[in-house]
């Protein structure tokens, strides 16, 4: 017959396979809702992404309208010259 030790022991083996299961089926929930969460998120950086895309747009029509007015800016002052020295010639 099987001693009683050796009932305890399956007894306390079959309860640490309970106790690991019933973690692993928490891992497993919880790595779902996780993942569900992380989606949401997605989503909702996708939505700023698309509505600060304007902002990024903006700085780099600032940058370029500030070469433009430094061309116009060197512009007026090459043709400054000229009529200096074309009035100058006269």
């Known amino acids: 017959m ?31 809702r996780i993942i569900k969460l992380a989606n949401i998120a997605l989503s909702e950086v996708e939505k700023i992404e698309s509505n600060t895309m304007s902002i990024w747009k903006l700085n780099q029509t600032n940058a370029h309208t500030t070469t433009i007015s430094d061309g116009f800016e060197t512009l007026s002052s090459k043709l400054g010259e ?5 009035e100058k010639v006269s």
Do not use: E, Y
């Open 2 to 32: 099987i001693s009683n030790l050796w009932i305890i022991g399956f007894g306390i083996g079959a309860l640490i396979v309970v106790v690991v299961v019933i973690l692993l089926v928490g891992i497993i929930f919880q790595t779902k």
């Open 82 to 86: 000229k009529n200096s020295n074309i």
